[in-house]
């Protein structure tokens, strides 16, 4: 099984998402934090169930279904590990 890595910018995504969320509500934030986490760990089995964003750099999104918008987690395959890249808020503008 691959191995899944959160660059820096990705674990400081989930830790902007988890302070905005946790001033309105803390129990809702951590649920988030949760979601995320989760569906970043399922790329171990299953890498590839991403949607392919860039084929030629090997990039991927995966949604996770959290309230209204949810979010977006950008990550790549490279070689035996699973790079997660960015998480954003379903609502942000992002590159692809």
């Known amino acids: 099984?691959?191995?899944v890595v959160w660059s820096l910018r990705a674990s400081q995504d989930i830790e902007k998402h988890y302070n905005y969320l946790a001033?309105?509500?803390e129990d809702a934030a951590s649920k988030a934090a949760q979601a995320i986490l989760h569906a970043a760990s399922s790329l171990s089995q299953n890498p590839y169930k991403g949607v392919i964003i860039e084929e030629q750099a090997g990039l991927r999104k995966l949604p996770v279904f959290f309230g209204k918008y949810g979010y977006v987690i950008h990550y790549a395959i490279i070689?035996?590990?699973?790079?997660?890249?960015r998480v954003y808020h379903g609502s942000q503008d992002r590159p692809y």
């Open 23 to 25: 001033l309105r509500n």
């Open 1 to 3: 099984m691959p191995a």
């Open 79 to 85: 070689a035996d590990e699973i790079v997660i890249l």
